[in-house]
Structure formats: structure tokens, C-alpha cells
């Protein structure tokens, strides 16, 4: 028989989107956990973000869906969907758009399924959650609407990652040169796509000035190491040395969890490391252009966000640009001026 919404006891949390996008769910899975104290929740994520998902305190066990990889086989999907359903959840919540989770979890057994209303979703769902937004909002706020067919509402939206212990071990070993006797700032500058991007004469500007009262160390993944590479060099020829590390592609994302909850401040761009530095607690200097900070931005309150907001922007990416005007009017000082202030906090 099935369990009333009342009585839940089992449940999946299902995003398969991206890095942000699982930290800033945390607000979901918390007020769940506040309506259903005595359930065990488990969390359904795509490969990359599984780390992101196993430092959510409020989440017991992470299930991985690799939708581009092995499950792309009949065979493996189906075993995946076989250990869903033997799992006996009561409730899935589908936060994603897109109708993937909710057809998993249609297929899976599961009696209650929430989720929104779009491409087609509603199809698969018990208790839908409309995808329109009439205003506004900052994405922790959006993904809160998915349980509103539940009845389940809450205020709060600070995002949570809890560190552990191995990362920060891990990181020591990968980074020994980091020292305790001097503040760390750290510096983003790649995103998903160039136009998010700043100038390297600016960052190289950025890194000296911050070399003179802190560590720095430059972050990104495997793909932007010649970006950082370049960024690097121009540092180094300003400053007549080398004033940065480059880490890219080296950290795990729990290592970089643990690196940005020892630095002083994060200057970022807008990206999934922006929002681990959030929900570690970190303070953020954020450079916003073609997306939109009201919804993605930070919104601690030692964060600082610059977005030009031209009459062109958000544009989120799309259309022609030749000169980038929304990040490269961005005084390089006024970021600094920023940066430093949270350095010598």
C-alpha cells in the first residue's frame, strides 16, 4: 500500500544538471529534511557533480546516473533503474526542467513524483510545479517552487557544502606550499563560455595587487589550463616574478571545497566554484556580464557583485558580440579595491 505524503520514509532527490545547480538545491533538501525528519533521502546526480552531492549534510546516500556514459546502454540503464526501484522509495523530487528525472522515476515505481511542468514532465509527474517564472528570482529560490505541490514552503536559502576531512588532507598533500601564516585569495576566471570571460591585463593587474598581501592561486579545470597558463605569464611579467599558483584540473571538487573554505575571498566569474565558495562560507568578489547576478549571483554579505548591466545584457551567451563590452568595462581597480578588503579582514 502506499504511503501518505504524511508518512514519507524514502526519498530521491533527482538533479542531473550541473555543478551550481546541485549546491544550490541544498535549500531543497533541507526544508525536506525539516518536513521528513525520520526519512532516509538519497540524491540522484550525473558523474561530475557527485562530490558536490556527498558534501550535502542533509543527504544520506548518492546515487550516480552517467546518462553519457555507461547508461547510455540499454543494459546498464536498466540495471540502474532496477536498483531505483528496489530501494522502495516514496517520493521523488525532480528538479530539473527537462523530463529525463521524472520518467526515471515514473519507470522506477515510485508512487509520489514532483516536478515541473515542462518539456513535457508533467506526463510522468503526481504533483506538478508550475515552470513559469512571472518574476525574477535567484535560482535557490526557483528550485524551492518544485515542492510547493507538496505544501512544503521555507524562507531560508543558504546553501550548505559540508568539507571533509580527507579533502582537506588531500589538498595539503597536492599543495604544500600553501602556508597558514598568510591569507589565501583565490581567482576563477573560466567559465562555460568565453563571453563570461574578463581580460588577462586586468586579472594580470588583479594578481599583482593581491600578491602583495596574500597567496594566490589561480583555479580551473583541465581544459582552461592554457587560459590560466597565459594569465599566469602576464602576472608574472607585471610583477617581475611569478606571483600565482596554477591549479587546473588537479583539485577534486571536495579539494577545491577545502581550498576555498581556508581562502580569504574568491574572485570569480560566474561559475560553479562561485557557488562552493558560497556555501562554504567564503566571501565573493563576482564579475557578472552576460548572465544575469539577481539570479545567479551571490548574495552573502561580505559579497560584492560588478555587473554593467548594459542594454544588451543579460544576453546569457546568445547573438553577435564584438567587444564584450560587459566585462571589459569592469574596472580591474574597483575589483582589487574589493578584494583587498576582504584579504585584510
Known amino acids: 500500500m502506499t504511503k501518505s505524503l504524511e508518512n514519507i520514509q524514502k526519498i530521491l532527490v533527482m538533479n542531473l544538471a550541473f555543478i551550481g545547480d546541485v549546491v544550490l538545491s541544498t535549500p531543497v533538501t533541507r526544508v525536506l529534511r525539516e518536513a521528513y525528519p525520520q526519512a532516509v533521502m538519497d540524491m540522484l546526480v550525473v558523474p561530475v557533480t557527485a562530490e558536490i552531492a556527498s558534501g550535502n549534510p542533509f543527504v544520506n546516500e548518492v546515487l550516480v546516473y552517467d546518462k553519457r556514459g555507461q547508461h547510455k546502454k540499454l543494459g546498464q540503464l536498466l540495471k540502474l533503474i532496477w536498483e531505483i526501484r528496489s530501494r522502495h522509495y516514496d517520493l521523488a523530487v525532480c528538479t530539473n526542467f527537462a523530463a529525463r528525472g521524472a520518467m526515471l522515476a515514473w519507470i522506477a515505481g515510485i508512487p509520489y513524483r514532483a516536478g515541473y511542468d515542462r518539456q513535457h514532465a508533467n506526463l510522468f509527474l503526481t504533483h506538478i510545479a508550475s515552470g513559469e517564472r512571472s518574476e525574477i528570482c535567484h535560482e535557490a529560490e526557483n528550485y524551492l517552487a518544485v515542492l510547493k505541490p507538496l505544501g512544503i514552503t521555507t524562507a531560508d536559502t543558504t546553501?550548505?557544502?559540508?568539507?571533509?576531512?580527507?579533502?582537506?588532507?588531500?589538498?595539503?598533500?597536492?599543495?604544500?606550499?600553501?602556508?597558514l601564516d598568510q591569507p589565501i585569495a583565490v581567482v576563477c576566471p573560466s567559465g562555460s563560455y568565453p563571453r563570461k570571460s574578463w581580460t588577462i591585463s586586468a586579472y594580470a593587474e588583479l594578481i599583482c595587487r593581491l600578491a602583495e598581501e596574500s597567496q594566490v592561486v589561480l583555479i580551473g579545470g583541465g581544459r582552461e589550463?592554457?587560459?590560466?597558463?597565459?594569465?599566469?605569464?602576464?602576472?608574472?611579467?607585471?610583477?617581475?616574478?611569478?606571483?600565482?599558483?596554477?591549479?587546473?584540473?588537479?583539485?577534486?571538487?571536495?579539494?577545491?571545497?577545502?581550498?576555498?573554505?581556508?581562502?580569504?575571498?574568491?574572485v570569480s566569474i560566474d561559475t560553479g566554484p562561485m557557488h562552493i565558495a558560497q556555501a562554504v562560507g567564503t566571501p565573493v568578489v563576482a564579475l557578472f556580464g552576460p548572465t544575469d547576478p539577481a539570479i545567479w549571483g551571490p548574495r552573502g554579505l561580505d559579497d560584492h557583485v560588478f555587473y554593467e548591466k548594459l542594454s544588451c545584457s543579460p544576453c546569457w551567451g546568445k547573438g553577435d558580440c564584438t567587444k564584450n563590452r560587459c566585462m571589459t568595462d569592469i574596472a580591474a581597480e574597483k575589483v582589487i579595491e574589493a578584494a583587498l578588503r576582504q584579504i585584510r579582514k
Open 159 to 179: 546553501l550548505t557544502f559540508q568539507v571533509q576531512e580527507q579533502d582537506k588532507l588531500n589538498l595539503a598533500a597536492k599543495v604544500p606550499k600553501l602556508t
Open 225 to 266: 589550463a592554457a587560459e590560466l597558463s597565459k594569465i599566469s605569464q602576464a602576472s608574472a611579467d607585471l610583477a617581475g616574478k611569478n606571483v600565482a599558483s596554477v591549479l587546473a584540473g588537479e583539485l577534486s571538487l571536495g579539494e577545491l571545497a577545502a581550498l576555498l573554505q581556508r581562502c580569504k575571498v574568491l
